[in-house]
């Protein structure tokens, strides 16, 4: 196939098409700026999880021809979205290949960024699979940034050349994350996870201060399991130690199951043509009937706010979108339903410098329950750990209030008091 420039490629973009962008390390940068840059256009829908690097497609510029839209608000898009300019929307990541496969959402153009090919003429989808799987399958044209430093991924990841409508080809760096320096509460959620996982245990946890923190716990663990959505640079010296060896897990055994990579270059190395690595579409990884096969499934995941009933706020401060529901749903109920699972919602329990309790009597005005106080077990801040599982509201309040802050706790029990006089539960 004739390599072309990324002007000619997005050149097949058309006014009026719903367009899947490659997110993460994935995110084909040089054809979104070549994407932003046609003045031609309008009524451009870009569909996209949240994308690394600039997003140039989200400026003012480029608004009334091209919109985005967020199905998880990354950094680049939050303050767009808040703006007006972009929009979101509120899914489970497990739903959203079948939204591309049924034609629910129908996607004229997929615009992906894929590891070269091999001599049989395959490309992969590299460090994203996902949605980019029903992407690559179901869209009307494949357009590919086919970048030489993207490494070559093994599971449900194979696009055949033949698939790409117009490719180019680039030499380029993938957008690395950076390791966020943790403090000291991060290091004690860490630890306070940490004593609840058990050796056979199988892992699901994001990027960040707080999965950083009990991963770096973990060395004294025997034979973990790996089945997340999202493989971090966290997991590495683990998997290089022999604590994990994936040898007690039910699905995919002997080898680490995730849907997408995010991190440093060693990472995007490690996964490169790793036999023990597989890469699977976000249906599959995020699936609770496969989750809940595996042993002692730990998931840990965050919030941004739990109020005293339980319910969790992970997407919203108020009515502000930060980002989106993602797979938290699929495997907090994955992991209650596994044999010892251990489903846990971790922050710290103060935000804007300790002025703010996450630990609230009631939800903000406007923010939105990712996780509902149905599912909700495990809540875990610096303060310690608490399981709501078979508590009562009153239980609850008391539970979670000895995890707040100590600075909030004599409010909120004052809250609850007043509740419960004026209306019993």
């Not at 946890?205 to 399991?225: E, M, S």
């Amino acid at each position: 196939m004739r390599e072309q420039t990324a002007q000619e490629v997005v050149s097949h973009v058309k006014s009026g098409m719903n367009v899947f962008v490659h997110g993460g390390a994935a995110t084909p940068t040089p054809l979104l700026e070549a994407l932003a840059d046609r003045t031609d256009l309008e009524g451009v829908r870009l569909y996209h999880l949240h994308t690394e690097g600039p997003a140039p497609f989200a400026e003012p510029r480029c608004a009334g021809r091209i919109t985005s839209v967020s199905l998880f608000v990354g950094a680049a898009t939050r303050a767009a979205v808040h703006d007006g300019r972009a929009l979101a929307m509120p899914v489970f990541l497990s739903d959203i290949p079948a939204l591309f496969a049924s034609g629910a959402i129908r996607l004229d153009a997929a615009i992906l960024q894929l590891s070269p090919q091999d001599r049989n003429g395959l490309c992969t989808l590299g460090t994203s699979v996902d949605a980019a799987r029903a992407a690559a399958d179901h869209a009307g044209i494949v357009l590919a940034e086919v970048n030489e430093q993207m490494p070559r991924t093994l599971g449900n990841t194979v696009v055949p050349l033949r698939r790409i409508t117009a490719l180019t080809r680039t030499n380029r760096p993938l957008h690395e994350h950076e390791a966020t320096e943790c403090g000291h509460v991060e290091a004690r959620i860490g630890e306070l996870i940490a004593d609840l996982i058990e050796d056979g245990s199988t892992l699901q946890l994001g990027i960040g201060c707080i999965p950083d923190a009990v991963l770096a716990r973990l060395g004294n663990k025997h034979d973990l399991g790996v089945h997340t959505e999202m493989f971090s640079d966290g997991l590495l010296p683990l998997l290089q130690a022999g604590v994990i060896t994936n040898r007690h897990k039910a699905v995919h055994p002997g080898r680490c199951t995730t849907s997408f990579v995010i991190g440093s270059r060693k990472l995007f190395d490690y996964v490169h043509d790793n036999p023990l690595v597989e890469f699977h579409p976000a249906d599959r990884t995020n699936d609770t009937a496969l989750i809940r096969r595996n042993p002692k499934v730990v998931a840990v995941n965050s919030a941004l706010q739990v109020d005293l009933t339980g319910q969790v706020c992970a997407d919203s401060l108020g009515h502000r979108i930060y980002s989106g529901i993602g797979g938290q749903m699929d495997f907090i109920r994955g992991a209650a339903l596994s044999k010892g699972g251990k489903p846990i919602i971790a922050l710290p329990s103060t935000a804007a410098g300790g002025k703010v309790s996450r630990i609230a009597f009631e939800l903000s005005p406007g923010a939105g329950v990712v996780t509902t106080r149905g599912h909700v077990h495990w809540v875990i801040t610096e303060h310690g750990a608490v399981n709501l599982h078979g508590r009562t509201f009153d239980e609850r309040a008391d539970l979670l209030t000895g995890i707040a802050h100590p600075d909030f706790r004599a409010d909120l029990r004052r809250q609850h008091a007043l509740a419960r006089r004026t209306c019993p539960r």
